[in-house]
């Protein structure tokens, strides 16, 4: 009974109660928004580090990748090395550069980044169509796949250096494309080519050099202690595991984090202060009518917990609206943060994360109930008689 | 001469005094981290190098300047003479970038194609185009936040509308005796618009007042934590301007809409319980 008193309270002021369940969607929704972002980023670069089961990275001493244009000079040996380290798995070895393609007869060029790989273990792409490039052919990433000469089956000249004369690319090498690769680490539209580690080398004048070290662990191995394991072996490197990055990628992203505390505090206090006033409203206006429940007998804690479920109804329906709509907020924020440059297009700013998005909703149908408790104490504590002269006047 | 910047490593070193040291500007953050003080010996190693250590003496420390660029890359710099820092890396005579400075009659676009025809490869960036290049994170960010905004607007326009018809249902029994003693129907309307303007009115310079403190408390609390002189939020006159024309319409919108609501309603049915 005392439920259906509630329902028929709300039901009664219909523009009011569905005012008020707006403003506590929106509400809710800003709130599940900053819940997904506050560790969506991270979540999903930790997911991308590991996709292609390399999960540590070899760098020079105290840079982060492709942090500095400094390299790993003595390559071969030293990922002959890294793989007698106890619970490596496999090591991808990793050159960047940029290259100029040689544009109508050697008149112009264009630059593209490439990455020099060995294919049968590498960590940037994964094949979608043609094959893994072979000596004297690239393979290209999709925005670039569309225009050519960069159609798979075309062929490019590229070159390493320009000559400091002439501006014309130096020692252009003529390269077949061989496929279509998805570039895992590429931020949207990013033009990139992979190519044979040593074909790169050659075309850069970098013999024996990489950028990084791509390192797969064995299962069950601890990835921290064979990254300080691979750092003890070869002087002059770093070695991060997956933690490492991600806990470099979470002090850059602080603003972010702190951001999100702050705007889902906002939303949390505009959602309470919501349920709290159409709740106080709606006890306000009905004194009387609760004076006489308690006048005919009925028990104050029935009449307290009808007036909850008030709260908890409003909180609950507000929080149906929500859901889907913080959904949808989230897809258009992220949309536009993917712009933030040097972003992977893979990684997303917001992440659902089950156990936190169930978390943010116990949060707003917790403040629905307290919300409730406040004035539904005082409604039940009130003296009987000056609600029934109320009700009566 | 531009002074380049690099990994380096910092190492512990017993004073020394040696007299003719190359010196090095330390950051005020780093001098304090450490500590070091002017006149302290420190020996550095590039960490891309692995060559010795070389010895350094703190000629002075320095403020870095407030730059939002570098916010999320935060660590502590010091400065070196470009020749003492080739000295720590392996590849030398080969520098980062040129900053130039022209003649105020020089033509910058004739300067560029010059010094395009000169290195071939190099970019050329002048001043505005530098800026825009680097301010594309904040354009994202500010993008961002104006969407961040445009939801708040929303959920505080939803909030003032629910407030405004509550008051107003509160006030249905006097609005009908009003009416019922004569009143016309636009005074009731203007009466209660009138209120909804003067809720907002208090409501923005609340806000405007409260915004400003808050900033102050963001402001504080961002510089502790990038210890950085940089100002994360800003109330400038423009903004409040705007925030408060916003609550402005927002204001008189919703009493506009509660105002509708009553004025339609035939009197004997406003004394009507709801």
Known sequence: MILSVSLRSLLRHRTRTVLAIAGIGVSSALLLNMTMLAGGLTGSFEELIGLRGFTLRVTPAGSLPFDTEAGIRDAGRVAAVIRDVDGVRAVAPVLGAQLYRVVEEGDGHERVFASGVVPDDQLLYELLDGRDPAPGEVLVSQPLADAPPWTPGGEVVLAGRLDPSLGRPRDPTPFRISGTGDFVFDYAGQRSIALPLADLQRLVDRPDEVSLFGVGVVAGADEEAVAAAIERAVPGVSAYSTGDLVSALDDQLLYFRQLAAILGSVALVVTALLIGTIVTIGVRERFGEIATLRALGIARHRILSGVVAEGLLIALVGCLVGLPLGYWMAGQLDAILLDVPGIP????????????????????????????????????????????????? | MILALAAILLLAAPQMAEAQLPEILVERRLAEQLPLAIGDTVHLRALASEGAPLPFRVGGVHERAADPSRISRNEPEVRLQLSDLEALLPDHDRVDRFAVTLDPEADQDSVIAWIESLAYGAAIYPTEALADEASTTFRVISRFHDAIGAVTILASGVFLLCVMLIRVDERRRDMGLLRLMGVSRGTVFRTIVLEAVAIAVAGSIAGAILGTLIAGVVNRYFAGVYD??????????????????????LGIGAGVLAALRISRTAPRRLGEGR
């Open chain 1, 345 to 393: 297009a893979r990684v997303s700013f917001f992440v659902i994360d089950p156990p936190r998005v169930a978390g943010a909703l116990a949060i707003v149908i917790g403040v629905g109930v307290a919300a409730g408790l406040l004035p539904g104490a005082r409604a039940v504590t009130a003296p009987v008689v000056s609600g029934l002269r109320e009700e009566a006047e």
């Open chain 2, 228 to 249: 950085t002189t940089l100002r994360f939020a800003t109330v400038t006159p423009d903004i409040i301007i705007v925030a408060m024309a916003l609550g402005l319409v």
